[in-house]
Each structure stands twice: as C-alpha cells, then as structure tokens.
C-alpha cells in the first residue's frame, strides 16, 4: 500500500539553528500538508499546499516557516532559527483531492529542540 | 471558535465493545474522521462519515453521528488488544484542514 514517508525520524538541533523536514509524499496526490503535535497536546494543522503555492497556513505558520516542493516528489517544511517551543512531532499528509479531506499521513519526525 | 474534545482514557476487557466519544463545536463541519495512532507510528485513517449521514458500519467499526448535539462516536465491536492505540477525532473544516482532538488513548486488557 502507498504511503507518505518522512525523515528524519528523529532530530536533535540547538535552540537558533536551521532544520529541514522532509516528506515524500504518495506519487498520485496533488494536496500536501504539514501538522505537528506538541507532547500531550492535540495535532494542529500548520500548512496546506497546492499547486506549488500555500493554500491555507495556521497562526502557528509565521515566518519563521516555509515549505517547499523542491522536485517532482519531495515536500519540505523548514523552521529558520528554531525555538525550544518548536520541539514536536511534526506530521506530513496527503491527497489525492480535498473533496472528502482523506489524508494519509506519515509516520512523523520528531524534533527536539534543546 | 473550532474545537473538538475527548475523553482522555478508555480500559476495556477483550472481547468486549469499546465505545469512545468525540464532541465538536463547529456546525459547519462537511466530514468527521477516526484515527488510530499506534506506537510510534503515524495517524492511520479509520473511517470518516460525511455530516449528512447518521450512521457508518464497517467490519467490527461503527460511527454514529448526532449532528444535533454535535456528538460523534466510534464504536469497536469484539474489541481486540491489537486495538490498543490512541484514537483521534477530527472534523473537516473547509476543504483544507482538520481539527483534531486531543486523543483517546484505548487499553484493551486480556
């Protein structure tokens, strides 16, 4: 069965360093998302993305965020000058269309900020 | 504003039903959705019922929806402790995101 795959599975970085989260999503979906979920909190949704543009970002997506669709298959989240804050379980997803909004997500990369 | 709420913990002996719970504010929701997360792994799509439906049966899964109270539910038939795992409600808000809740963590014991 296809699937969205993520890494690193796990990262450790330094409180003001850069991180690159990477994702390929599955070859036939046109929709990408990036949620995260802080430990003991909820998923929150971070970023929609369509047609090589953002379609819709949360407050959480300030400008110390981007996405990007670098070739054909990878999609990646950046986090500029990360915070302690920002360590979570960052969650990629996929669709095929939005019309029912079925999202198959990865496994997750785990980001630990110290 | 967009919220969806659930019990944090369910414990149940195999064999036996699991019924667990979701409530959301918005009414304007198109779809609702049940995800399992095991460990260590990633949001595993369940089944998702659309706001018009009441009712959604598949294999041991039912999801009954009450739209009036804004109340959804999953109910796992013949439970299994495979089904152990956190149990996420979300609902579709637009055609872009999800609002999830904060997780049913289900035990199933022997």
């Known amino acids: 069965e296809p699937e969205v795959t993520q890494t690193p599975s796990h990262q450790v970085t330094q409180m003001g360093q850069e991180v690159i989260l990477r994702c390929v999503p599955i070859s036939n979906h046109l929709y990408f998302y990036w949620y995260r979920q802080i430990l003991g909190q909820k998923v929150e949704f971070l970023v929609s993305f369509y047609n090589n543009e953002i379609s819709e970002k949360s407050e959480i997506f300030d400008d110390q965020f981007s996405v990007e669709r670098p070739d054909g298959s990878n999609f990646t989240l950046k986090i500029r000058s990360t915070k302690l804050e920002d360590s979570a379980m960052y969650f990629c997803a996929s669709s095929r269309d939005p019309g029912a909004n079925v999202l198959t997500f990865g496994a997750g990369s785990r980001l630990t900020v110290l | 504003g967009e919220d969806v709420e659930q019990s944090l913990f369910l414990s149940v002996r195999e064999g036996d039903s699991s019924v667990i719970n979701c409530t959301y504010t918005?009414?304007?929701?198109?779809?609702l959705y049940w995800y399992k997360q095991e460990p260590g792994a990633g949001l595993q799509l369940l089944t998702y019922i659309f706001s018009n439906m009441d009712m959604k049966q598949d294999q041991r899964l039912t999801v009954l929806l009450n739209k009036k109270d804004k109340h959804l539910s999953l109910r796992i038939a013949d439970t299994q402790t495979g089904d152990s795992a956190i149990y996420f409600c979300a609902e579709s808000i637009g055609t872009d995101k999800l609002i999830f809740g904060t997780g049913t963590r289900l035990q199933v014991f022997p």
């Open positions: 918005d009414s304007s929701s198109t779809y």
